[in-house]
């Protein structure tokens, strides 16, 4: 089992960066596939990013696809997102995932735990 929480969110202008943190509990992080998914308000969470279990392989959603970097420490127990040019649509919560599986996941009820979210807002 890993705990995981997330840090790094808070108010941005359109346009700036923000660096999320999740931390992970356990001795066992680089067992788990990583990613980050987003929920704004009235919608559904959805897929933001993924890494492997090494951090050799990523894999991003199209509608933040050269703006948002996904990376790993695994000395650290740490997976941390890059989100650059900051759009108000980007204005959600952020969370984190782990996941057992072997290849990189979109599918939320794919991963198996998760953070408690942090807030980000861009504003225009």
């Known amino acids: 089992q890993v705990q995981l929480g997330e840090s790094g969110g808070g108010p941005v202008q359109a346009g700036g960066s923000l660096r999320l943190s999740c931390a992970a509990s356990?001795?066992?992080?680089?067992?788990?596939?990583m990613g980050w998914f987003r929920q704004a308000p009235g919608k559904e969470r959805e897929f933001v990013a993924a890494?492997?279990?090494?951090?050799?392989?990523?894999y991003y959603a199209d509608s933040v696809k050269g703006r948002f970097t996904i990376s790993r420490d695994n000395a650290k127990n740490t997976v941390y997102l890059q989100m650059n040019k900051l759009k108000p649509e980007d204005t959600a919560v952020y969370y984190c995932?782990?996941?057992?599986?072997?290849?990189?996941?979109?599918?939320?009820?794919?991963?198996?735990?998760w953070g408690q979210g942090t807030q980000v807002t861009v504003s225009s």
């Open positions: 995932a782990a996941t057992t599986e072997m290849v990189l996941i979109t599918v939320r009820r794919r991963y198996d735990y």
């Open positions: 356990g001795r066992t992080f680089s067992s788990y596939a």
């Open positions: 890494i492997s279990r090494g951090g050799g392989r990523s």
